[in-house]
């Protein structure tokens, strides 16, 4: 904990602390975002698909069954491998605080960010438990020998992974985020890429602990990415967006339709 809080200073001493942050809370649109991200954690407690009762007596079950694509990654269940990855994702959900270390006194951009940071989070918990509850897909554990102790309730939601999913959306805020505060930091491309490095790390456990099949974890990077990055995307200042297009485009008024002239052509802008 020591160490995370000197790093974060470090980041911080490259920063004015009272900056003003890129993103901002929009009542009528998180209205409705938090509403929809609430609701689908909700009604993922409402879809369930039980294991085939047939199966039970089959264990360990035959790899014919398994996809080519899927069946050259399968191991047996490994459960230092199981917690390792627990503890890496719960160290990388955290990382995403870095964004904040230009504004460290500002309450609003805390309260910005957490409210962000919980959306993005319960739409990949309720899109990934939505997914689990209605397809039957069995762990590769299941193929190797009987189900592994504690792992009763969830040996056939393998799809999709979502430690992945988590990790990968907390790599893809952590990035979009700090990308966008600080655009001149020299801190981007080593947050970024120890941010990824650790999602990828948490994704291989999955696999290597024989929890996932390769492709559960490639459809959870891919899901949290998206939320990771569109969350913020949704929350970035209008007059931040404006500014940035006056100042890259000197001649560009104020009017709701612009025509550019270029010397081969025209380029038609359009400001919603």
Not at 100 to 118: F, R
Not at 168 to 177: D, H, K, Y
Request: a positive charge; glycine letters at 8%; aromatic letters at 14%.
């Amino acid at each position: 904990m020591k160490r995370c809080f000197v790093l974060l200073c470090l980041i911080a001493s490259s920063f004015n602390c009272f900056a003003e942050s890129v993103y901002t809370l929009d009542p009528a649109k998180d209205l409705i975002i938090g509403s929809a991200s609430l609701g689908l954690s909700v009604s993922s407690f409402f879809v369930s698909r039980s294991a085939d009762n047939a199966s039970k007596d089959n264990f360990p079950l035959s790899k014919g069954g398994v996809n080519s694509f899927d069946c050259g990654l399968m191991y047996k269940y490994n459960k230092p491998l199981d917690l390792a990855g627990d503890f890496i994702l719960y160290g990388l959900m955290a990382m995403p605080v870095a964004s904040l270390a230009g504004n460290l006194y500002n309450g609003n951009a805390w309260a910005t960010y957490g409210v962000m940071y919980a959306e993005s989070a319960l739409l990949v918990f309720g899109t990934c438990e939505i997914l689990k509850n209605s397809m039957l897909r069995y762990r590769p554990y299941c193929y190797f020998g009987d189900v592994p102790s504690g792992k009763g309730s969830d040996y056939y939601k393998s799809f999709p992974s979502r430690h992945t999913a988590f990790a990968f959306m907390s790599a893809g805020f952590l990035t979009s985020t700090f990308f966008t505060e600080y655009p001149d930091s020299p801190w981007k491309i080593p947050l970024s890429a120890a941010s990824y490095s650790l999602a990828a790390g948490v994704g291989i456990s999955r696999v290597f602990s024989g929890s996932h099949f390769i492709s559960d974890v490639l459809a959870g990077a891919a899901l949290g990415s998206v939320y990771g990055y569109l969350i913020p995307l949704l929350h970035l200042r209008k007059d931040r967006a404006t500014s940035a297009g006056v100042r890259q485009n000197p001649g560009l008024s104020q009017d709701t339709v612009n025509l550019i002239p270029l010397y081969n052509g025209f380029v038609l802008v359009c400001k919603f």
